[in-house]
Each structure stands twice: as structure tokens, then as C-alpha cells.
């Protein structure tokens, strides 16, 4: 690998509004005060963080690519040129993990192509942390991202879930926009056997975190706000 190039690096972010270093290694703080090339999802967000993390870091020094679900794939090479040019280069997520449920990793993928070395640093990821706390099979899971949106067709696929849970003895994780969360948790549970384990991940590493599993027919009884909190749900039969 060319020496001279840059690197690419991975760097996550906070799951909320937690002081970053009581979630982040300095590692991450060290990088964010060295790199001034970013690949983003949002650019107003990537500032915010990058002036908690370093408060006296130049703002106008800073350089900014746009990565999102209407990104086109051709569009992203070009972002990796500064490391052809010596320099790194950051790839900031929203929240938590560049790459896990995110756009980056098509620029990782990039960097792969290209021959960049891609360095990953440690950080909160929701998914991991819920599978963590959720007592469920760490051995063998999955995550599904978001279910269908129409009603029929997303019971469909919880049935299809708890079903591969059981023949696979595999956790299956999954997300929604957090203004629908209480109707997909009303989904689950309606919907699974009543003995049917259902954890239910919210606020992760916030001081509202919520983190509970019980079967469904237990989750029937129970009363729980989710509206616009981000949650990992997990079911395991």
C-alpha cells in the first residue's frame, strides 16, 4: 500500500446528547482535532460535534463531502481524494458507528477499491449495545434494518422473523422511525406467540435509556412511551 497516502477513518459519534468522552475514547477526540476532511451525512450535525469534541479546532478549516441514501455511487471516488494527497480523512455518522446502518460504508467500500487503509475507532453502536443488554443469542443474530411500513405486510414479516429465530436459534434486531415506534411495538406483540422474548432497546446510553425484555404476553400489560426516542427492537423465540 502506498505509505504516502491518507488514511480513512472511522469515527463514531454520540447516541444522543451524552458528553461525548463519557461515551468516546480520547482516541476519537485526538483524531477529530488532527482531520479536516470529512464525509457526512449532515453537515450541520458533523460541526456541532466535531466543536464539543474540540472546542478550539478552526471551523473554516474544515472540508465537507455529503453521503446519504440519494448519494450516487459515482460521486464517491472524489471524496477520497485528499487521501491521495497525503491527508486523512474522517467519516462521521449521525449517531453512533460510520458504516453499521449507515451510508458510509459506501465510502468504505471505496476506500477498499482504491487501496486506502480504513481505520476503525471504537464507539457506541445501538445495535451492539442492545443485543448486549437484551440476554438474547450474541452467537448467532441479525439485523433487518426497518420492517414494511404497511400494516399487513409487516406482520408478515415479524411471523417470518420469529420463525427464523426458531429455526436458527438466532436474535433478530430491528428499527423503525421513532415517531412509529409504539405502533411496531403494538405490531410485535400482537402478532408473535405470547411466550415469544421481546426486548425492547430505547435511548441508549441516554439518562432516559430504557432497556427492558419480557415475553409479548407480558409486553400486552405494559405501558411504554417510545414516540420519537430511537429504539432497537429484538425478538427471540
Not at 473554516?60 to 480523512?89: Q, R, W, Y
Request: aromatic fraction near 6%.
Amino acid at each position: 500500500m502506498d505509505s504516502e497516502k491518507g488514511n480513512l477513518y472511522l469515527i463514531p459519534c454520540t447516541l444522543g446528547n451524552t458528553p461525548p468522552l463519557e461515551v468516546l475514547p480520547l482516541l476519537v477526540k485526538k483524531a477529530i482535532e488532527e482531520i479536516d476532511y470529512y464525509i457526512v451525512e449532515h453537515e450541520k450535525n458533523a460541526r456541532r460535534f466535531i466543536k464539543t469534541i474540540s472546542p478550539r479546532k478552526s471551523q473554516p478549516s474544515l472540508h465537507f463531502s455529503h453521503i446519504n441514501k440519494f448519494t450516487d455511487e459515482s460521486e464517491i471516488p472524489a471524496m477520497l481524494h485528499p487521501c491521495h494527497e497525503g491527508h486523512d480523512v474522517g467519516v462521521l455518522s449521525d449517531a453512533g458507528c460510520p458504516g453499521v446502518a449507515d451510508p458510509g460504508a459506501l465510502a468504505v467500500a471505496a476506500a477498499h477499491r482504491q487501496g486506502i487503509k480504513v481505520v476503525p475507532l471504537v464507539g457506541p453502536s445501538s445495535i451492539l449495545l442492545a443485543l448486549m443488554a437484551s440476554g438474547f443469542n450474541g452467537q448467532n443474530f441479525a439485523f433487518n434494518g426497518y420492517l414494511p411500513i404497511d400494516k399487513r405486510e409487516r406482520k408478515q414479516e415479524i411471523k417470518r422473523l420469529e420463525r427464523l429465530s426458531a429455526e436458527l436459534n438466532q436474535s433478530q434486531l430491528f428499527i423503525e422511525t421513532p415517531y412509529r415506534n409504539n405502533q411496531l411495538l403494538e405490531s410485535i406483540i400482537t402478532t408473535v406467540m405470547p411466550a415469544t422474548q421481546v426486548c425492547v432497546a430505547c435511548d441508549i446510553t441516554l439518562s432516559s435509556e430504557y432497556i427492558k425484555t419480557m415475553p409479548a404476553s407480558v409486553w400486552a400489560k405494559t405501558k411504554v412511551d417510545l414516540n420519537k426516542r430511537p429504539t432497537i427492537f429484538i425478538i427471540q423465540k
